[in-house]
């Protein structure tokens, strides 16, 4: 069984700080995808990685892919309360017929 | 653009209850999902339909029967609802490009099993 193990589970920080989340597993992924989840909504997706050290940028959010293809990190740079919610990282494998494997996620609480 | 449309949003049944969630979608996708989600343990996967026509077991389809009734509609249906089904419910579907299949999911159906 694939499994894809998320850190911390819960984060809470102030406005202003920085955070990394981490998504490791012991398996490789042909592509990992990272979704950001609002109360009472369903996941949006925020940004695919496929190479492996592969870096990503979305504002004050950076993405990076290992070099293996075994894990990923989602890096906030001064974060701000509208960063709230819960991040999820998702691994699609080879030959999975588009499967995808989440992490259990991440609840990010960022205080005024 | 309604996306994904799932009914209803919310649903108490008794044990040994059935019932049908309904799922459709407007974006021409050929593959859709539907997950669970329970507090702690992300999304995990119950039936998928990579194509019109067939069905595949994820990783928890114990006590879920699936219908990809066409295109556009995937219903999931609880035969004998037992309270270890009460959770929050998503269908997602995806275009399926190359293999970077981005999921575009519903609001969620939150299920109470009394």
């Known amino acids: 069984t694939q499994l894809l193990e998320q850190s911390p589970q819960f984060l809470s920080i102030q406005e202003g700080e920085n955070l990394t989340v981490y998504c490791n597993s012991s398996?490789?992924?042909?592509?990992l995808q990272w979704y950001r989840q609002e109360p009472g909504e369903g996941p949006v997706l925020l940004v695919t990685?496929?190479?492996?050290?592969e870096v990503k940028k979305l504002k004050r959010l950076t993405f990076q892919f290992g070099d293996a293809r075994k894990d990923s990190s989602l890096h906030i740079t001064a974060a701000q309360p509208g960063d709230t919610g819960l991040y999820l990282c998702?691994?699609?494998?080879?030959?999975?017929?588009?499967?995808?494997?989440f992490g259990q996620g991440t609840e990010l609480s960022v205080k005024p | 653009n309604a996306g994904v449309t799932q009914t209803p949003k919310f649903q108490v049944l008794k044990t040994g209850q059935s019932m049908t969630l309904q799922c459709a979608q407007d974006?021409?996708?050929?593959?859709m999902y539907w997950y669970r989600q329970d507090p702690g343990m992300g999304l995990r996967l119950i039936y998928y339909?990579?194509?019109?026509?067939?069905?595949d077991k994820g990783e928890v389809p114990n006590g879920y029967n699936v219908s990809r009734l066409n295109k556009r509609e995937f219903s999931l249906r609880l035969e004998s609802a037992a309270p270890s089904q009460t959770s929050v419910y998503f269908c997602?579907?995806?275009?399926?490009?190359?293999?970077?299949?981005?999921?575009?999911f519903g609001e969620g159906s939150r299920l109470t099993v009394l």
């Open positions: 997602a579907s995806s275009l399926r490009t190359a293999n970077t299949g981005e999921l575009f």
């Open positions: 398996s490789v992924f042909s592509s």
């Open positions: 990685v496929v190479t492996g050290g």
């Open positions: 998702a691994g699609e494998s080879y030959n999975q017929g588009g499967k995808l494997i």
């Open positions: 974006m021409n996708h050929n593959s």
């Open positions: 339909s990579a194509s019109e026509g067939t069905t």
